[in-house]
């Protein structure tokens, strides 16, 4: 009992870490309007990781490896931690490519939350202004605007995110096939 209490403390905690550096990874990339509280308060709590780590490693282009360089860290630590828990220790090779898995799904899932999180806001408050729906907007828009482009709004129903879940969904099935495929 108590390791499964454990491993669920530390599979939150570490979740959410990741969620916050992923979410300061792909507001850059997306380039997301910085000006938000909301993404203020994520650069704020991600900063003291990543300024000393930015130090060292520098951009890419426009590409913040050293955020992505903090977030691959954090989740090859969290998954050695889960299955350490389990009494299990996984090969370093193992544990690197299973965490490039885990930052892609998770990457995924957080598109996927941005899109219905839009949706959900434009159903409850449409037109008013909410910082965490301007960030999911932002954040789903490279993934919508090629959508739109293929479903056009039926009679003023835009059907779009549909289409964009469903796009997402199959790189889910993808990204774990490919997985299953690596450690088979």
Known sequence: ??????????????????????LRFWLQVVRANFRNP????IVKLTSPLIVPVRRIVPAIGTLDTATLLVAYAAQ????????????VMLP???????????????????????????????????GNYNPAGALADELARPIMTPIRQVIPPIAG????????????????????????????
């Open 38 to 41: 909301l993404a203020q308060a």
């Open 1 to 22: 009992m108590l390791t499964q209490i454990s491993q669920l403390l530390l599979q939150t905690v570490t979740s959410l870490i990741l969620i916050v550096i992923m």
């Open 76 to 87: 090859v630590l969290a998954i050695a931690a889960m299955y350490l828990l389990q009494g």
């Open 92 to 126: 370093l090779a193992t544990l690197l490519i299973f965490a490039v898995f885990e930052l892609a799904r998770l990457s995924i899932y957080m598109f996927l939350f941005a899109i219905i999180i839009g949706v959900v806001l434009s159903w409850i408050a449409p």
């Open 157 to 184: 129903l835009d059907l779009s995110p549909l289409g964009a879940i469903l796009v997402l969904q199959i790189g889910l099935i993808v990204l774990n096939n490919l997985q299953a495929g690596v450690f088979a």
